[in-house]
């Protein structure tokens, strides 16, 4: 089981006292080696953000491992900055392939997905990307 190889792992790095970002990021990816991170795996992970034993940024590596791996959860803040920038860069039609299309020449099912995800990607404070 991970939850074993988590704790030898996490020993392993405490021989300094501390939990680097890396460490903790190595730990996450030994969490995930199997398919994925599940329950039990998740509550090793949960106790580990609560140590006071972390360095900048390793609680963070831990805490966002739990979100992400929590069946239900929406996509962090963090998460959502990136596909905003990506969307401001590049446009909305980044994810769908159909770059330099026109809406006339879009399929009206195609139209009512691409403004379906848009109103995903809504932010919480009020603004949304642009389309």
Known sequence: ????????????ALADDKISYSEASDIVKIAKRTKGIDAAERA???????????DSGAQSVFESAVIRSTPGTIAPQATRDTVRRL???????VF?????????????????SLERF?????????TSIPT
């Open 44 to 54: 090793e992970l949960a106790k580990l953000a609560k140590s006071p034993k972390l």
């Open 96 to 112: 769908s392939g159909l770059q330099g299309l026109t809406n006339s020449e879009l399929p009206k099912a195609v139209q009512d």
């Open 1 to 12: 089981m991970s939850v074993t190889s988590i704790r030898a792992a996490t020993r392993k």
């Open 118 to 126: 848009s109103g995903v990607l809504d932010m919480q404070d009020g």
């Open 87 to 93: 969307v401001e860069s590049k446009g909305p039609d």
